[in-house]
C-alpha cells in the first residue's frame, strides 16, 4: 500500500516537473520588452515638411469659413507643439489641444484616456498627410469626415500611426495667456481660437437652483441641457459673446458656482481654460478643478 501510494506520488511529481520545465522553455523563447521605443505613437516619423499651426489655418482657411466643413491634407506637412489640454478631468472628450508659438487646434481621437499618454506639456509631431481639417462650428480640428461635410474624430489606429513623442513631458512649458473680460472681448477668434488662456477676475452670474457647474438635470429643472454641458454666463461678458461649457462627465461638474453665502454675491475667480468659439460665441473648457481659483 505504502509502495503504491509512493509511486503515485513520484509519478504525479514527475509530471508536474515536467510542466514547469515545458513552461520555463516556453518563456525562454518570449523576446524581451525594448525599452528604447515609446509604447505609443510612430517613432519613424521624421522632422521634415514642419510648418506652424498658424500656417496650417491660412493653408485651409475655407473650412474654418462657414459651419461644419473638412479637407483632407495631401501635401507631406506636419506640426509640432505642446498638449495644453486633454481628458484628465473629464470636460474635454475624446480629444486634446496642441498649441505652438503661433497658435493652437483641437485634434480629435475616438478614443478615451487621452491623457494616460499625451499629458499637459507633452511635445509631439503630427503627420498630417491623408488626415482631415475642419470647422465644427468655426473652430479648427483635425480629424476625420463625420457625417458628410462635416469634421469628426479620427480612429485610434490611424492616430497611432500620425503622430511622435518629442522629448519627455514638461508641463511649466505651457502657460495660459493672462486676460481680463474686456481683451478677449477684442480678440481675433479665427487666429486665437483652440489657446490655453487664464480669464482674470471675472463672476458667474447667479443662477437657482444647486448652483453648480454642469448639475443632473433630472433634479435641477432650472438649467438647460445642450449636447450634454451646461454654459454658465459670466457678469463681465454678454452670453452671447462668452460662456463656460462644462460637460455633465465632468470630475467637478457637482462643484458649486464660487459664490459668497454671507454676503450674497458672486465670488470673484480666474478660471484657467481652453477657449474654443461656437460660431461668434468664445466657450472656455475648464480642464480640470484646479484651472478654477478663487480670488475673493
Given at each position: 500500500?505504502?509502495?503504491?501510494?509512493?509511486?503515485?506520488m513520484?509519478?504525479?511529481?514527475c509530471?508536474l516537473?515536467?510542466?514547469?520545465v515545458?513552461?520555463v522553455?516556453?518563456?525562454?523563447?518570449?523576446?524581451?520588452p525594448?525599452?528604447?521605443?515609446?509604447?505609443?505613437?510612430n517613432?519613424?516619423?521624421?522632422d521634415?515638411?514642419?510648418?506652424?499651426i498658424?500656417?496650417?489655418?491660412?493653408?485651409y482657411?475655407?473650412?474654418?469659413?462657414?459651419t461644419?466643413?473638412?479637407?483632407?491634407i495631401?501635401?507631406a506637412?506636419?506640426?509640432?507643439g505642446?498638449?495644453t489640454?486633454?481628458?484628465l478631468?473629464?470636460?474635454?472628450?475624446?480629444?486634446?489641444t496642441?498649441?505652438d508659438e503661433t497658435?493652437?487646434i483641437?485634434?480629435?481621437?475616438?478614443?478615451?484616456?487621452?491623457?494616460g499618454?499625451?499629458?499637459?506639456?507633452?511635445e509631439?509631431?503630427?503627420d498630417?498627410?491623408?488626415l482631415y481639417?475642419?470647422?465644427?462650428?468655426?473652430?479648427?480640428?483635425?480629424?476625420q469626415?463625420?457625417?458628410?461635410?462635416?469634421?469628426?474624430?479620427?480612429?485610434?489606429e490611424?492616430?497611432q500611426?500620425?503622430?511622435k513623442?518629442v522629448?519627455?513631458?514638461?508641463?511649466?512649458?505651457?502657460k495660459p495667456?493672462?486676460?481680463?473680460a474686456?481683451e478677449l472681448?477684442?480678440?481675433d477668434?479665427d487666429?486665437?481660437c483652440?489657446?490655453?488662456?487664464?480669464?482674470?477676475?471675472?463672476?458667474f452670474v447667479?443662477v437657482?437652483?444647486l448652483g453648480t457647474?454642469?448639475?443632473d438635470?433630472t433634479?435641477?429643472?432650472?438649467?438647460?441641457?445642450i449636447?450634454g454641458c451646461?454654459?454658465?454666463?459670466?457678469?463681465e461678458?454678454?452670453?452671447?459673446?462668452?460662456?463656460?461649457?462644462?460637460s455633465?462627465?465632468?470630475?467637478f461638474?457637482a462643484?458649486k458656482l464660487p459664490?459668497?453665502?454671507v454676503n450674497?454675491?458672486?465670488?470673484?475667480?480666474?478660471?484657467t481654460?481652453?477657449?474654443?468659439?461656437?460660431?461668434?460665441?468664445?466657450?472656455?473648457?475648464?480642464?480640470?478643478?484646479?484651472?478654477?481659483?478663487i480670488?475673493?
Open positions: 500500500m505504502i509502495t503504491q501510494a509512493y509511486k503515485k513520484s509519478l504525479t511529481l509530471v516537473f515536467s510542466i514547469s515545458l513552461c522553455s516556453c518563456y525562454g523563447d518570449w523576446d524581451e525594448s525599452l528604447s521605443e515609446p509604447p505609443y505613437g517613432s519613424a516619423i521624421n521634415e515638411g514642419i510648418i506652424s498658424a500656417e496650417l489655418k491660412t493653408q482657411p475655407n473650412v474654418f469659413a462657414s461644419d466643413q473638412n479637407k483632407q495631401t501635401e506637412i506636419k506640426i509640432r505642446r498638449v489640454g486633454n481628458d478631468g473629464s470636460n474635454l472628450y475624446k480629444q486634446f496642441l498649441q497658435g493652437a483641437i485634434v480629435a481621437v475616438n478614443q478615451s484616456g487621452i491623457h499618454f499625451l499629458a499637459e506639456g507633452q509631439i509631431v503630427i498630417l498627410k491623408d481639417i475642419g470647422g465644427y462650428r468655426k473652430q479648427p480640428e483635425i480629424g469626415p463625420y457625417n458628410g461635410n462635416g469634421i469628426g474624430r479620427m480612429n485610434k490611424l492616430f500611426q500620425h503622430y513623442y522629448g519627455t513631458v514638461d508641463a511649466t512649458a505651457i495667456i493672462e486676460m481680463t474686456d472681448k477684442a480678440w477668434k487666429e486665437n483652440g489657446k490655453l488662456i487664464k480669464l482674470m477676475d471675472v463672476s447667479p437657482d437652483g457647474f454642469a448639475p438635470t433634479i435641477d429643472k432650472t438649467v438647460t441641457m449636447g451646461v454654459n454658465r454666463a459670466i457678469n461678458i454678454s452670453e452671447s459673446q462668452f460662456v463656460v461649457r462644462t455633465t462627465y465632468a470630475k461638474a462643484r459664490y459668497d453665502e450674497k454675491r458672486p465670488r470673484k475667480c480666474n478660471l481654460g481652453i477657449a474654443t468659439r461656437f460660431n461668434n460665441t468664445w466657450q472656455l473648457l475648464i480642464r480640470k478643478e484646479s484651472d478654477i481659483e480670488v475673493e
